[in-house]
């Protein structure tokens, strides 16, 4: 079951990739990034409102201001930069490459944060993995594209949004229904990405059938299907391993924009990905270090708890 959440987690998360570029040929991206948590926003909150009343009892203030800072985090800060970056041309595979260096941060600040430390072997996978994003980016950037240069360092910030969402829910105390927290999550994106969008006046779709193509895609594929199984890999399988996979967002959102928008693909491409995949089975087969480390067994994984409890990850 872990190994196939991880499969789709990675093709889900990649299409929010595509999504971003199927909606910037016809919109703004404040106005695809409106519409897509708008109406889903709205859809949540009857649902909730209707039929799961149950799951928000007990969500205290604390709880439901911790979500909404994450959900600007997660969702606000990362998806902007990234749709600013391909709209500004950056390819779809680059973009996505430039969010794989997140494994690598994340390794970095988990020892300190969450007593969570990175085997010697994982290392040396992350390490293969950043080979594979160096090149795959050193592709892109010479293929004479006529980018910016400043138009790559965009979707760093974004990342570093991820990352602080990432650590700030890991590091919670209480344990958040997931429903709970996507819907917060959702309104949080809705309710800023429609201020943003007024002030700019982006407010108005475009009447085309393409845009709201664009919309359902990432409603269905990239918010229900990439982030909510982010959040679901990440408490199954702890912070390092969640964050390995990033590494093969680049060239399977590389193949993506190949068949379907003829973004190049060549052997430097090919290559990050060989890369990237070494470098995933490297960090899943590692052992890890650490506070709640122990030996694996068949109902526990090896991976050490991202916070505090084992029982409340394993709800």
Same mark, same amino acid.
């Given at each position: ?37 708008? =109406? ?17 009892? /007990? ?5 439901? *201001? ?8 997660? &969702?606000? *800060? ?23 260096? &997140? ?16 085997? =010697?072997?994982? #290392? ?53 229904? =997931?429903?709970?927290?996507? %819907?917060?999550?959702?309104? @949080? ?15 108005? =779709? ?10 359902? #895609? ?6 229900? /299907? /990439? ?12 912070? %390092? ?27 430097? @491409? ?16 590692? &052992? ?11 109902? &526990? ?15």
């Amino acid at each position: 079951m872990n190994a196939f959440l991880a499969v789709l987690f990675v093709v889900c998360w990649s299409s929010g990739f595509i999504g971003a570029k199927l909606g910037a040929g016809d919109a703004s991206p404040l106005t695809v990034l409106t519409w897509r948590f708008l =109406p889903l926003a709205v859809a949540l909150a009857l649902a909730a409102a209707l039929f799961d009343r149950a799951r928000w009892r /007990g969500l205290g203030s604390r709880a439901f *201001g911790r979500q909404v800072t994450v959900g600007a985090l997660s &969702q606000t *800060g990362y998806l902007l930069t990234v749709y600013q970056a391909i709209g500004l041309g950056v390819s779809t595979g680059t973009t996505a490459l430039i969010d794989g260096t &997140q494994p690598l941060v994340v390794a970095v600040l988990a020892g300190p944060l969450l007593g969570q430390y990175v085997a =010697p072997r994982q #290392w040396w996978g992350l390490l293969l993995g950043l080979a594979g994003v160096v090149i795959v980016t050193a592709g892109d950037a010479t293929s004479g594209s006529g980018v910016s240069w400043w138009a790559y360092l965009v979707p760093f910030a974004g990342m570093l949004s991820l990352v602080a969402a990432t650590f700030l829910e890991s590091r919670s105390p209480t344990d958040t229904d =997931p429903v709970v927290s996507m %819907t917060v999550h959702c309104a @949080t994106s809705a309710v800023l990405f429609t201020a943003l969008a007024a002030c700019a006046g982006q407010v108005s =779709p475009p009447p085309t059938a393409s845009f709201w193509w664009s919309v359902a #895609w990432l409603i269905g594929l990239s918010t229900f /299907g /990439g982030y909510g199984l982010y959040w679901l890999v990440l408490r199954r399988s702890g912070v %390092t391993r969640v964050n390995a996979l990033m590494f093969l967002m680049a060239p399977v959102t590389a193949i993506w924009g190949t068949v379907m928008f003829g973004e190049p693909f060549g052997i430097l @491409t090919a290559l990050g990905l060989l890369l990237g995949l070494g470098a995933v089975a490297l960090v899943f087969r590692a &052992q890890p270090r650490g506070r709640g480390a122990g030996t694996p067994t068949d109902e &526990q994984s090896p991976e050490p708890e991202v916070v505090r409890g084992s029982a409340r990850l394993r709800r």
